[in-house]
């Protein structure tokens, strides 16, 4: 079994967040180590789990501890002289604290909770102080230097239920992932997103998975297969399951519909038998490094802040033997 970071993508509307919270319960009900993040800018994963939507999140949001959150990872790290100089894709190096999906520190103790079974951290809801003078691409810069200095190791998940459409590609943050699951209608639009974000993600060699959604008789599935072919994994049928949970019922996994359980633990079955790519991960971590330093983070710090880049570290197993990483 593989260790694996996942992210659930979509149309807004096309039952994303339901799914994600689906799988994410699906998980913790098989009793393995998953740690769920809600990085869309409509912050409903905490409901979907069975928050009561009436109750404030139990968890602070990430945003809100990014100075504790740099501090704590940068460590011993010499490249790293504080952690003012540290932004969303500075990447770990020797020294650097990393994280493993379940231990005691001091990140998780601020920000991670467990909602409905599942530990569940959340960015932060887009307020409206933010209208007109922040990007919410701001908001996830956390969960990107999370992500960036995430060892999970075998039988670990990390869960990140991300913004709707093809807006993760802003960032970097999309080449995080070992394996990216869109959720898909069976109408053109959808169909339109899918597109769009497959366009992106070739390039970058991003394992997609689709799972088509709200599927109502063959001819549905039909039209995905022929809009979408190979990448459509499998599909969730209508469910009166899911209308009780949006309405804020939230009842327990075995009484999802039999065919939907079943498209359930195909997709868990797929995302075990992704295979992490460490070198990857890494290179395009300095790559994009690179790209915000040159854009933005150089001039912003007044230095040259690809010297943070460490070439002799590469996350990965053998990253937990090197003596001068400092928290594994």
């Known amino acids: 079994m593989s260790a694996v970071k996942v992210a659930f993508v979509g149309k807004g509307g096309s039952g994303k967040t339901t799914l994600a919270a689906l799988f994410a319960r699906h998980l913790a009900a098989r009793c393995l180590p998953v740690l769920a993040i809600d990085a869309d800018i409509n912050q409903h994963l905490g409901a979907a789990l069975g928050r009561d939507a009436d109750t404030p999140p139990p968890v602070k949001p990430l945003g809100e501890h990014l100075l504790t959150i740099k501090d704590y990872l940068r460590g011993d790290n010499p490249r790293i002289t504080s952690a003012d100089r540290m932004v969303k ?112 993600a070739r390039d970058f060699r991003v394992a997609l998975s689709v799972v088509g959604n709200k599927i109502e008789d063959a001819s549905d599935v039909e039209f995905l ?23 804020g019922t939230v009842c327990p996994l075995a009484e999802l519909e039999p065919a939907n359980q079943a498209a359930l633990a195909q997709l868990a079955e797929a995302v075990d038998d992704t295979v992490q790519d460490w070198a990857a991960f890494t290179r395009w971590a300095h790559e994009f490094h690179r790209r915000n330093a040159a854009a933005w983070a150089n001039e912003r710090a007044g230095a040259d802040l690809t010297d943070q880049i460490d070439p002799e570290f590469r996350m990965g197993a053998q990253a937990v033997s090197e003596p001068t990483v400092v928290g594994c």
């Open 225 to 247: 297969r022929e809009h979408i072919g190979g990448d459509l994994l499998t599909w969730f049928s209508r469910s009166g399951y899911v209308r009780r949970a949006e309405r």
């Open 89 to 200: 894709t500075t990447p770990p190096g020797r020294g650097s604290r990393l994280l493993r999906v379940i231990e005691d520190n001091p990140i998780y103790a601020a920000c991670v909770r467990d909602v409905g079974g599942v530990r569940l951290a959340v960015t932060g809801e887009f307020a409206a102080e933010d209208l007109g003078v922040a990007c919410y691409h701001s908001k996830v810069g956390a969960v990107e230097l999370l992500l960036n200095h995430m060892l999970d190791g075998p039988g670990e998940y990390v869960m990140v239920d991300m913004t709707a459409g093809a807006d993760s590609f802003a960032s970097g943050l999309f080449t995080r992932f070992d394996r990216t699951v869109l959720v898909c209608e069976p109408t053109v639009r959808s169909v339109g997103v899918y597109r769009q974000y497959a366009s992106y």
